[in-house]
T-cell receptor, first 111, second 109 residues
Framework: DVKVTQSSRYLVKRTGEKVFLECVQD?????MFWYRQDPGLGLRLIYF???????EKGDIPEGYSVSREKKERFSLILESASTNQTSMYLC??????????FGQGTRLTVV | RKEVEQDPGPFNVPEGATVAFNCTYS??????FFWYRQDCRKEPKLLMS???SGNEDGRFTAQLNRASQYISLLIRDSKLSDSATYLC??????????FGSGTKLNVKP
């Protein structure tokens, strides 16, 4: 059974903290993605990666960075968390031209 | 202009009704198309892929019109368990997935 696992379901962090969100997939997929989902705005792409050590900016990369040192792991980093980064964060992976599989999501609150 | 546009709804329908959702996309070079279902506070899950010839999976039928850049989903004989948000998804350049903001369906007894 395919599996994308995010390290936390819920996180509460303080403004200015550095935050790491981890995502692991066990399907040997080349492509991995980080989205955030907010009411009324849908899913917006933050960053994606199509290979180890490769990364591309999505539509809203400001305030975020990513790391992909191994094929199965894609990390999202909030360099200095701010309250407007309170959101649901969803990781996904896919093979070329096939559907995306999602992790269970991390609900991040920045206070 | 958004890459993918959907009517947000909500669609409130009685059990047994037939309901249709529509979606338009802006990039004519898009290659793959999907409908996802998302339950409240859960991750999106694939409902069905959408093929050029149209495809059916039980009570669900998906259609693609490349000329009009339009995708549809038809649900027949709605069940209470169909209540969810339905996301239209388009796979574009560099295998990036673009999501519509979702259409909320409420099926009432």
């Amino acid at each position: 059974d395919v599996k994308v696992t995010q390290s936390s379901r819920y996180l509460v962090k303080r403004t200015g903290e550095k935050v790491f969100l981890e995502c692991v997939q066990d399907m040997d997929h080349e492509n991995m993605f980080w989205y955030r989902q907010d009411p009324g705005l849908g899913l917006r792409l933050i960053y994606f990666s199509y290979d180890v050590k490769m990364k591309e900016k999505g539509d809203i990369p400001e305030g975020y960075s990513v790391s992909r040192e191994k094929k199965e792991r894609f990390s999202l980093i909030l360099e200095s968390a701010s309250t407007n980064q309170t959101s649901m964060y969803l990781c996904a992976s896919s093979q070329q031209d096939t559907e995306a599989f999602f992790g269970q999501g991390t609900r991040l609150t920045v206070v | 202009r958004k890459e993918v546009e959907q009517d947000p709804g909500p669609f409130n329908v009685p059990e047994g009704a037939t309901v249709a959702f529509n979606c338009t996309y802006s990039n004519s070079a898009s290659q793959s198309f999907f409908w996802y279902r998302q339950d409240c506070r859960k991750e999106p899950k694939l409902l069905m892929s959408v093929y050029s010839s149209g495809n059916e999976d039980g009570r669900f039928t998906a259609q693609l019109n490349r000329a009009s850049q339009y995708i549809s989903l038809l649900i027949r004989d709605s069940k209470l368990s169909d209540s969810a948000t339905y996301l239209c998804v388009v796979n574009g350049l560099f295998n990036k997935f673009y999501f519509g903001s979702g259409t909320k369906l409420n099926v009432k007894p």
